[in-house]
């Protein structure tokens, strides 16, 4: 077989790696931002559109998907040509997924602080986009797949196998997470509701942490780290148990997320189990990276891309052993709703997303612009800056968790709450969120820097936009000799894409159709739960759009000192009309679920106007606009319409009739508001919010705990 020349390109890997630095910066200031308003509320500047509840979706969307999925493109369009010795399959795709995908990241600037949310963990976008996500991530897959085909080297590289389970897992999460039902242009209700709706979230979210920012950056780690280093990877046999054990079992794991909820016993024990088993396969990558140092520790000790690379690679290690351990339930029963989990996401997104993204940088940007790195000494000076960043969010987070904990779970020797105010709480780690911003403040600067040094690199060097390369053709299958099991997998790319895509689906099919197909015996009928009134879905609509479940659960744990403090716990079938599920992830505020009636309908009308007013010392910011915007009754029958179609039991020709009965309902709230002084129109959205607030945990007795 000849010779063939063709080039690389790496034109497309150069705007990638500008959005990379660019949403990164972006990303991150807007995390600052959110991180300032839990000590300084008033840092939203009295805006509906930058609100806590508004904008930290925007942060988590802005650092996942557009500073870290841009950095995967960047690093897979680099290292794929170059396994394969190949051009990517299609240039046009290749530009298509770059718009495409930037498209979508703007989109979700824009939508985001306006409200239109689904509320569901790294999901939020609404139904339009999710359709754009789909097609644009089906136009890179096929340009990977398509450059698979026509390679020219025979077996594909370990790190080529994460980036096909990469792609394939995170297309059926998307697929079947996204499941919806539009109401409008920019409304939709889960298909999913309740528990059912909780666990393919989850499922979702965990898997999207564990095949978006975890399995492309293992495969840009099998890349770059050996090119880094000029040392060939550890271990090749160790890579294949790395990758098929973590695949499998990774899948399995999402239910840790929703330990002592509703959720059934079986999946929380599922979960668990396979989140424990975790730890091997994760630590082999982990090791299988360090060891690939072992000899170059003096290089590593002056070369900053190095320094970035290795400290990655712990943070990985680090986070991927404490997950399982919150996994475990007497860990999960103390850290879950704290601050111990963002301290947890952010060693992995801070440590290993970031760092090794900053590597690859450093590594990649010279030899594209055929050049040395500009200063190795801002480089040094950035790792310093980010790792120093990192400590200073983290511990602080750490110790308000401790303190969390142990505060909500602290009674008295006469056996009463030692701090029944949730508030009290929050006070006392205020000086902890004023550390955790400064360390955000710190990372940053060092990103600040970093764009400086790449900035002056590339002025010092000249861009090569296709890069000359040869390479001889690849032979026809039969020649090959008797090889090992895996290497023959490795050079027949469609039945190694079969073979991921079993064990990807496995978990989900064991864990997600027994949850539908044993609804009724896993979520017992409360005859009491009634469908939400019109006035009341309109009012979850608009709790759901103000981002509230970000800092409020709806989740009452089976400990004595939650229902001491909340009520009754939480059953399963309280939540069978949840379209959709609000269990929330975090308690920055108290929990709601028991919330209805607690309180007269002027004190939630004051709460939204001036938080202060009702909780003195609280970092909740005000809501004036609910005072002043209205709701659009118009809305109202479709959105009965969509919740009839997804099973909630409205009457045939209910839709005719809603429209007056919220009006009527609202004037009972008008009326009881006037009672106490307040002026208010039943048209306002504040009345609305009120009639859900009023709503929720109402539907049983506390003194019940079943109702057939």
Known sequence: MGIEKFHYDNKIVKYFSIATVVWGAIGMFV???????????????????????????????????????????????YSLQRLLKARMFNDTLSWINFWGWQLIILSAVITLPMGFTTSKEYAELEWPIDIAITLVWVVFGINMIGTIIKRREKHMYVAIWFYIASFITVAVLHVVNSFEMPVSF???????????????????????????????????MYYFLPKAANRPIYSYKLSIVHFWALIFLYIWAGPHHLLYTSLPEWAQVLGTAFSVMLIAPSWGGMVNGLLTLRGAWDKVREDAILKFMVVAITAYGMAVFEGPMLSLKNVNAIAHYTDWIVAHVHIGALGWNGFLTFGILYWMIPKMWQT???????????????????????????????????????FTAEGILQYPNFLSTTIQIIPMYMLRAFGGLLYLVGVFVMIYNLVKTAKQGSFLANEAAEAQALEKSGTEKKEYWHRVWERKPVFFTILVTVAILLGGVF??????????????????????????????????????????????????????????????GEYVY?????????????DLHRVGKKYPDSWHFNHMY?????APGSIMPPYPWLLQETYDVSDIPAKINVMRKLGVPYPEGYENEAVADAKSQADEIVKN??????????????????????????????DVTQNK
């Open 31 to 77: 995390g600052l931002l959110v991180a300032t308003q839990l000590f300084m509320p008033e840092a939203n500047l009295g805006m509906q559109y930058t609100t806590f509840g508004r904008i930290r979706p925007l942060h988590t969307n802005a650092v996942i998907f557009a500073f870290v999925g841009n950095a995967i493109f960047a690093g897979v369009y």
């Open 186 to 220: 920019m409304k939709s209700y889960s298909a999913f509701a309740g528990v059912q709706d909780a666990l393919v979230q989850w499922w979702y979210g965990h898997n999207a942490v564990a095949f978006f920012l975890t399995t492309p950056y293992l495969g840009l």
């Open 372 to 410: 040395k790195l500009f200063s190795n000494k801002l480089a040094n000076a950035h790792f310093w800056l980010g790792t120093l960043g990192i400590v200073f969010y983290a511990l602080p987070m750490y110790v308000a968790a401790i303190t969390q904990s142990l505060m909500w779970k602290e």
């Open 511 to 572: 864990e997600l159709i027994p949850s539908f197909l044993l609804k009724s015996k896993d979520v017992t009928t409360i005859e009491s739960v009634q469908p939400y009134t019109p006035l009341e879905l309109e009012g979850r609509d608009i709790y759901i759009s103000e981002g509230c479940v970000g800092c409020h659960s709806q989740m009452i744990r089976p400990f004595r000192s939650e229902t001491e403090r909340y009520g009754e716990y939480s059953k399963a």
């Open 578 to 590: 949840d379209h959709p599920f609000l269990w929330g992830s975090k308690r920055t505020g108290p």
């Open 610 to 614: 001036d938080p202060r007013s009702m």
């Open 673 to 702: 508001l006037d009672a106490d002084g307040i002026e208010a129109m039943p048209e306002q959205k504040i009345v609305a919010l009120i009639a859900y607030l009023q709503r929720l945990g109402t539907d049983i007795k506390t």
